[in-house]
């Protein structure tokens, strides 16, 4: 039983979490972003037209460049509530992405009362509550709410079923509830991003290794326990992409269960080239917006690029021939595509190390630890303290906030405090060895990092219990 004191503190985070996502709704700039409208696009096609596309000259064609999560939840709240609040039902999509954010918190607030303590399932639940950059995005039209959750439920739900095998077999039926519900999250995941695969493979990989750990008896008997887990997980995380999967083979006849790397549709040719020599020289947000965000819709201008963009005079005036090509035609044709692909070939042959280890090793440093300035339209540019004093110091604070949540959660993987390491750290390394290789350097990408941080985090300040905490560390 709770104590009436932490009822009310608990009250009192909720409440507060609460205000907060609300205050993000009324008072933000309207959440509409650039992906925003091809997302609706997509979903409002398929139920008005029942095409899965976009329009081109008042025809519709298929196209597999989103996964349909989004899309679909878009276009269901534009049904139901475009007619009953005209011009507003965008609100309603705010509302329902600040419910999952907040039903994620109490998700791992539980966990950590059932598994740690009352004292660690509060400062979970109020990093949840209180983390601005998660709440911030409630109101903002993308996915990241909703990725957000599916992480958030994911780690909850594997989190039960371990502790599930970990109590043997009288808790089977409670085991194979957590496990439908945890590939219930990573479908969720996977139908909203690409790369909530990662999601999906990482508690695959958990919740072999933890329950083989967990049962007793010979080594066969261990695998095959952690094998019955695993198959019942990713046949329930599976499923929901069967239509998905199908739909793409009829229509483009590629099987493609998730999406394209470059969001392009089969018969299409991305500029792969642009983006690898891209990748020789970008690492940080600015960089995104000053060149990789004009593609197909404004000039490059070529003095915007950092000094690093060019290793010599002569490679700098080929570059600006190329940009000047670009300019012309906003667009990159198969030979212009080709001639950055060389360039791009040329300065990693110069600088292997830079761009297999140094780039890739900033690239995601710039997204975890750069001041969210994204969500808070702030200027990227943010430590330009004599233009906007004010937008600065905001963003020094957000930056500290959000680096001394990181420190705290490397902190107690450090001192071995954070339950299914490889679990757990395992989904963090391999998201952050995708984001090596994304040539759209965000800070959004990081955010689903924040679930585990929240639990670790809390777990920098008290220590789990000894019962069964050797095999949650191992």
Not at 148 to 165: E, P
Not at 391 to 397: E, G, K, P, R
């Amino acid at each position: 039983m709770q104590s009436s004191p932490l009822r009310s503190r608990r009250a009192l985070w909720i409440a507060a979490g609460i205000l907060l996502r609300l205050a993000f709704i009324a008072f933000a700039r309207p959440g509409y972003w650039g992906d925003t409208a091809g997302y609706l696009e997509l979903g409002h096609n398929l139920f008005h037209h029942g095409v899965y596309g976009l329009a081109d000259n008042g025809s519709f064609a298929p196209s597999l460049y989103r996964l349909p999560g989004y899309p679909l939840f878009l276009a269901t709240m534009e049904l139901l509530f475009a007619k009953i609040w005209p011009g507003s039902w965008i609100n309603a999509v705010f509302l329902v992405q600040a419910a999952a954010d907040l039903a994620g918190g109490l998700l791992l607030a539980s966990l950590a009362r059932r598994q740690f303590s009352p004292r660690s399932a509060e400062i979970v639940l109020a990093l949840a509550m209180l983390c601005p950059f998660t709440a911030a995005y409630a109101a903002i039209a993308l996915t990241e709410s909703l990725s957000v959750f599916a992480v958030s439920l994911g780690v909850y739900a594997a989190g039960r079923a371990l502790l599930a095998a970990q109590a043997g077999g009288r808790h089977r039926w409670a085991l194979g509830r957590a496990l439908v519900l945890a590939g219930c999250a990573a479908a969720l995941a996977m139908l909203l991003r690409p790369d909530g695969v990662l999601l999906f493979a990482a508690l695959a990989a958990g919740l072999f290794w933890y329950t083989a750990r967990c049962a007793r008896g010979p080594w066969t008997h261990r695998l095959k326990a952690g094998a019955a887990s695993a198959a019942l997980y990713c046949l329930v995380a599976l499923v929901p992409l069967a239509p998905w999967t199908l739909r793409n083979w009829r229509a483009f006849h590629v099987f493609q269960p998730l999406s394209s790397r470059y969001q392009n549709d089969p018969g299409e040719t991305p500029s792969v080239g642009f983006y690898r020599w891209a990748l020789t020289w970008s690492y940080e947000y600015t960089s995104t917006l000053d060149s990789l965000c004009c593609i197909g819709e404004s000039q490059i201008d070529i003095n915007l690029l950092p000094a690093r963009a060019f290793d010599s005079p002569q490679q700098r005036e080929l570059t600006a021939r190329l940009l000047a090509q670009y300019n012309g035609e906003l667009s990159i044709a198969p030979e212009l595509d080709a001639r950055f692909a060389a360039l791009a070939a040329e300065r990693i042959r110069a600088h292997p190390l830079r761009f297999y280890l140094v780039l890739p090793v900033l690239r995601v440093a710039d997204m975890a630890f750069r001041p969210r300035t994204e969500a808070f339209y702030l200027d990227a540019y943010w430590w330009r303290f004599g233009r906007h004093p004010g937008q600065t110091l905001i963003a020094v604070l957000l930056g500290l906030i959000n680096l001394a949540s990181m420190a705290l959660a490397a902190w107690a993987f450090l001192r071995r405090r954070v339950p299914w390491p490889w679990m757990l750290g395992g989904y963090i390394l391999a998201r952050c060895l995708m984001l090596t290789t994304m040539y759209y350097a965000e800070q959004r990408y990081t955010l689903e990092f924040f679930p585990i941080v929240f639990i670790a985090a809390a777990l920098a300040f008290s220590e789990m219990p000894r019962a069964g905490s050797e095999a949650m560390r191992a």
